[in-house]
Every structure is written in C-alpha cells, then in structure tokens.
C-alpha cells in the first residue's frame, strides 16, 4: 500500500506520527509536507550524524510553523547529546 503526505497530514492531526526512512530524499519531502501549520503543532527532524565509540551520534532540527500564504520554511539547528 502506497501513502501519500496528505494521509500522513491527516494522521498527524489525531496522533502522533513517527515515520523513519533511509532515503534523504524522502525525509526532506516529508519535512516539507509535514511543516507544522500553526504554532500548537511540533515537526521534530532527528537525523543519524555519526557512529562513535560511544555509539550513535544524531542530530536534531525543529521545523518552524509554515504559515498558508506560501512564507517559506526555516529549520533550526540544535546540538544533540
């Protein structure tokens, strides 16, 4: 079964999603569609940096609120521990 960011947007409205992926291509779409609409929404990225001897290593970005008249988005950088 094939689904579309409009499920994934619709899904997102009732319960929080969680979707993990491989292809950066995709993670960037959905980063894109899943833009939080208002302030009360949240779009966290976590990304794979690094394998140390520690163990892995991420990185975290917040997707600001993409407002409807087409302002284009930022993503805000943040150290991960």
Do not use: G, S, V
């Given at each position: 079964m094939r689904l579309g960011s409009r499920t994934f947007r619709h899904v997102r409205r009732q319960r929080q999603l969680i979707v993990s992926t491989h292809d950066?291509?995709?993670a960037a779409?959905?980063?894109r569609?899943?833009?939080?609409r208002s302030e009360r929404d949240r779009t966290e990225l976590i990304e794979f940096a690094t394998w140390t001897s520690e163990g892995p290593q991420f990185e975290e970005r917040w997707v600001e609120s993409q407002t409807h008249d087409g302002e284009a988005r930022h993503l805000?950088?943040?150290?991960?521990?």
């Open positions: 950066r291509r995709l779409l959905l980063a569609k899943l833009a939080p805000m950088h943040t150290d991960a521990a």
